[in-house]
């Protein structure tokens, strides 16, 4: 019988940044019991999932030996790591842990899809640890870009595990756990460290949240019309510096947006704010001087429906951005994300507002640890392996080695790669199938099921709808009907392309001999392949083609 | 009787990056006589306009005034400047003047549209000056990142303008005419300096082309296995440098990629360059150890089918990239490709391959003027009035705002906006219609006629056809076909939903009243509804619907 086995396999998040979810096993090869960690989404874009609303990991692997799972753990709040929980906990009916902070918006997340959220249970930080399996987890605080973030301790018959979460080494986080030297270095021994490595191309040591607050309280304080501020909601320590900053110039502080009411509102309510600073409503602000207003909004990434680009195109809840205003990205631009960004800036250049941005002055800093501080902290943990996870593959490739370079064994294990931890060194033991999923509407569709495909060809073809009439004596009715969408209505010919391939049908049918008329698939190919050939030579485009044949006879 | 005026126009490049097109009039206000600079494309993308192969401006107010529009004249080569001719010439027949190197490559864009060709006259560099109508026109050697690029020297009877073209100020440029700082200072007096903004934004000067070079000889020869090197196939100077490189640490150059092979052609076939390295084809490459190669490849942008995208994926024209190889970006991701970029750098390494981008090494000098050479040249110029060009609003905005820091009279003209330079002031005297031209497949269409907005539609919220047959009675048949693109195939109710929309819609038809069924509008208008909410019921969408009717009565 196979000696017991240590395992860690990324079913997302590895090889990409966004979607976090991994596994950890042990036990017997193909026996093992597993522990879940993050269940996150990653976000659609026009270019390769239009229409999609959310972007899950496939979770076939994992749901398929459900019995043998036992917890989720979720690290911190952000989307990418909790976003997916309402939508595959229906798969995953396993007991949840998390922090305070995080374990409320868990809560949210699975009100969201009519549960209660009594599946969510609050952990303290360390020392307390969760049974679960043949694992122990503890919450050790990390410092992150959003409240409560906690690196994972798990303790296993093979060894110690530490997974970092999201992190950076941060010592004066502005709100909560400052990153602890002391703790982080005192492990004891480490078999494996699984490590973010989002900014492992990023070559200066991390500059710390505190750094931020006096350069944005010096352009709050030098601006003269109203201010408007964007952060990520959810970065609860940099929207209270930003309210801090207006309060302190004399402004009254809005908050414009859902999510950013919903996370301040969680901050409150779980007890991590006591003295942020007292906001009016939109409502509110609309009887106040504009230079005394200091509105804090959503949307810093160009989101067209939240409230920063809504500000950019006119009025947003009755407030509206004037020439002299001052607008303030306190966050930096995610790669994917510079035309919808740009969009809001000349937007508001354009209302004359003035725009400042992270390249302007020093008024963000980043949440994850930079190359300096990833090897800070391999120097601190100092473990036996290092496996690289929460990054596109040419980073985990960097911080591995990165790890290497420092005398850490290491391994690169994108999305499916099992890693075997139990040996001398990290060993790659199988491939497992793994993929997304996506949110579409109410229904969740396989990324390779087609269903997207077929849009982006709608969309890079446009498309030709055909009717054919068979009559009860099987001849077809030369008169047929085509629809375009999205192709130009005039071709070379001059004359309605309709008009056209209504006429090249109809001619094609007329001639037609009784075998093809009598086969659908035949008679569907010859038509769209005249379709086809038809747009190309008037409009040098091959549609893509529905051919809707009726039989009267049938 | 009005007074003679001298005006400019932009119909494109003023308010976005790309699609350059000038207009320059001079006469009493409706009746001046034009001539028009540059006549550029700019990109689609599937954000805003997929399927669509080529944007140029909308030239339909200058088209109407072709009888007085003296003729063209092109800066330099780049795409934004010279990609449109051959497609609009049609409309704009009038003379077409350019340098030699750009002349040459604006005849092989009409000779792709089946002219010879001779529309297009070489200009030899000022002092040559040409006169088209009240306007005498000089080309003034400036430096960019394609050879001979021009600033226009533009007299009118109301004074010189000067138009700066896309430049840098590049004193020692590695190929062709460095920065002539006397030349440029000594212009006499200029009413008005018409000038790129591109860079406006960039705090530091900018560094000049020969700087790169030692760089990248220290990268080329410090790799191990096959380089292949990217850049911008127009930028001969950067290419010649890179193969240069290449073979001085003993590699054979290989040039890969249409443009690659067409760009240097058009060097040497102009005389431009003598002394380029000696090449090889891909056939003979693949005898050569990979040690011994140096690719120099097309594609720096990400695009999907450029050698650069196919190497990344496997390979190209019978050369592979392997473990142990370095690709080098010798270039500047343009905002927006960030995501097509990072796909093959993230492909490069999962082979194992190393890739050096301008991040990395100093490896790429930009093209265009930073905010303190912007500041120089205004200096040098000394204009009475500056009007920003080329750039996104919010970069003409910061440069007329520079430029009144500085103490000359600016305007911000964004596309459309007739400027006066008659007077003292430059004066906005009238907006004009202006807009996008999609080239799609063959033929153009216009951005406003709805084709791409449909496209759109159907990628984001897919497509249901129904089938409805009215028989000789007119009668409905109940039994109608529904076919589904871009749509899941199970809903809510766990049945397909091809069948619950046949179902519903064959339900609504047995009921529908007479007079619904015998009207076309509101027939289709009563199945789209009940198709609409029925998918929304079972798949939480909205789809497109086409609903075909045919009558077998009529």
């Known amino acids: 019988m196979a000696a017991e086995r240590l395992i860690y396999l990324p079913l997302g998040g590895a090889g990409e940044v966004g979607m976090n979810m991994y596994v950890y096993g042990y036990g017997r090869p193909g026996n093992e019991r597993y522990i879940l960690v993050d269940v996150g989404v990653t976000f659609p874009d026009m270019d390769g999932t239009p229409g999609v609303d959310l972007i899950f990991p496939d979770i076939d692997w994992i749901a398929e030996r459900v019995d043998r799972l036992d917890a989720i753990f979720i690290t911190h709040a952000h989307e990418d790591h909790v976003g997916a929980l309402g939508h595959l906990y229906p798969r995953l009916t396993v007991p949840i842990y998390a922090r305070k902070f995080t374990a409320h918006i868990a809560r ?26 043949p694992f122990k987890v503890g919450f050790m605080p990390i410092s992150h870009s959003i409240p409560e973030s906690s690196g994972l301790i798990i303790d296993t018959p093979a060894g110690r595990v ?53 350069e944005i309280e010096r352009v709050v304080r030098e601006a003269r019309g109203m201010v408007v501020a964007t952060t990520f909601a959810s970065n609860i320590a940099r929207v209270k510096t930003l309210a801090e900053a207006g309060a302190a110039a004399g402004r009254s502080v809005v908050l414009m947006g859902r999510a950013m009411k919903k996370m301040i509102g969680a901050a409150v309510e779980t007890g991590l704010i006591k003295d942020f600073p007292p906001t009016i409503t939109p409502e509110e602000a609309r009887d106040v001087p504009r230079e005394y207003l200091m509105l804090l909004a959503t949307g810093s990434q160009g989101e067209r429906r939240a409230a920063s680009a809504q500000l950019s195109r006119g009025k947003f809840q009755g407030l509206e951005m004037k020439a002299g205003d001052t607008f303030i990205f ?19 250049s354009e209302l004359d507002v003035d725009v400042i941005d992270d390249k302007m002055a020093d008024i963000h800093v980043s949440g994850h640890a930079n190359r300096p501080d990833l090897e800070r902290m391999h120097q601190l943990v100092q473990p036996q392996f290092l496996v690289p996870m929460h990054g596109e593959h040419r980073m985990l490739r960097e911080h591995a080695k990165l790890g290497e370079a420092g005398g850490v064994a290491s391994v690169i294990a994108p999305n499916g790669t099992m890693v075997s931890l139990s040996g001398n060194r990290p060993e790659v033991v199988e491939f497992v199938e793994t993929g997304r999923l996506y949110l579409d509407g109410s229904v969740q569709v396989g990324a390779l099921d087609g269903v997207v495909r077929d849009r982006i060809r709608m969309a890079l073809n446009g498309q030709v709808v055909i009717g ?55 008679l569907e190919e010859q038509v769209k392949r005249i379709v086809r050939n038809t747009c190309l030579s008037e409009i040098g485009k091959k549609p893509e083609v529905f051919v809707l044949i009726s039989r009267l006879a049938a």
């Not at 306190?330 to 508001?348: D, H, M, Q, Y």
């Open 108 to 133: 949210l997340k699975m009100e969201e899809h009519g549960y209660d959220g009594t599946e969510v249970t609050t952990v303290g930080p360390m020392p307390e640890m969760i049974e679960a399996g």
């Open 162 to 214: 530490v997974h970092s979460g999201d992190f950076k080494i941060d010592e004066t986080p502005g709100l909560g756990e400052p990153f602890d030297v002391d703790a982080w270095g005192n492990l004891g021994p480490v078999k494996a460290l699984i490590c973010d490595s989002t900014n492992v191309f990023t070559r200066h040591p991390g500059k710390s949240e505190a750094t931020v607050g006096p």
């Open 330 to 348: 306190s966050s930096k631009t995610i790669p994917g994300n510079e035309v919808s960004v740009g969009r809001i800036t000349n937007a508001l």
């Open 468 to 522: 054919v009439l068979i009559d009860e004596e099987d001849e077809p009715l030369t008169d047929t009907w085509a629809e375009l969408r999205g192709l130009a209505e005039l071709g070379q010919s001059r004359a309605p392309l309709q008009d056209v391939l209504e006429e090249e049908v109809g001619q094609f049918l007329g001639r037609a001999d009784s075998k093809t008329v009598a086969d659908d698939d035949r």
